[in-house]
């Protein structure tokens, strides 16, 4: 059983287009996070809900819109997409917000190429 | 603003040798150390992790050593096999607050 799934593994998109990216956990955990890595391998957290409350906002486009219908998943949306957004992202969860002993749970990864 | 800094960026290492990365933050708020392994095509997994109370945690051929007064945290991975060519990347949390990650390490162990 997968624990953290996302899809799609690869998404190929032209500039300008609005894609989105799926994410769901089986794991019953109550946080969920989208981190964008680089080319160079850094990863970043853009977004963290915990029980479909959004608790972090990083330094993000507002062209970035994550979706929360339920604790099980945490959908991010991608307006006019840029050059810049290509990058893997890969979602997360956790069991509870606020606790430094959490340990993240990562997915397999979406690898967005924006040509 | 990095607030976990880590080094070296890429190292090799030859089977059986000993693989060193090195970690250094400035938030003495910071609890809580772990270390996350990303093999290529995958999501970074837990690998170790340690609390600023304890100087060493070892789990397999895998050893956390933690400095506090130097604000610094290391993993030696002993005995280094070909199947531990992954990026490792160390990483910060405190309550209530995002972990922060370095900047992640390559490793590549030569047969």
């Known amino acids: 059983d997968t624990a953290v799934s996302q899809t799609p593994k690869y998404l190929v998109t032209q500039m300008g287009n609005d894609k989105s990216i799926k994410c769901e956990q089986n794991?019953?955990?109550?946080?969920m996070y989208w981190y964008k890595q680089d080319s160079k391998k850094f990863l970043k957290i853009m977004f963290s809900?915990?029980?479909?409350?959004?608790?972090i906002n990083e330094t993000v486009p507002n062209r970035f819109s994550p979706k929360s219908p339920d604790k099980a998943h945490l959908n991010l949306h991608i307006n006019s997409l840029e050059l810049g957004d290509s990058a893997v992202y890969f979602c997360a969860s956790s069991q509870e917000s606020g606790a430094s002993t959490d340990t993240q749970y990562f997915g397999p990864g979406t690898r967005l190429t924006v040509l | 603003q990095q607030q976990v800094k880590q080094s070296p960026q890429s190292l090799i290492v030859q089977k059986g040798g000993i693989s060193i990365i090195n970690c250094a933050y400035e938030n003495t708020a910071f609890d809580y150390f772990p270390w996350y392994q990303q093999f290529p095509g995958k999501g970074p997994a837990l690998l170790i992790a340690i609390r600023p109370d304890v100087s060493e945690k070892k789990e397999g051929r895998f050893t956390i050593s933690f400095n506090k007064s130097a604000k610094q945290f290391s993993l030696h991975i002993m005995d280094s096999q070909p199947g531990d060519s992954a990026t490792y990347f160390c990483a910060a949390s405190m309550v209530d607050y995002k972990l922060s990650f370095g900047a992640g390490t390559t490793v590549t162990v030569r047969a």
């Open positions: 794991l019953g955990h109550d946080t």
């Open positions: 809900y915990n029980n479909k409350e959004l608790i």
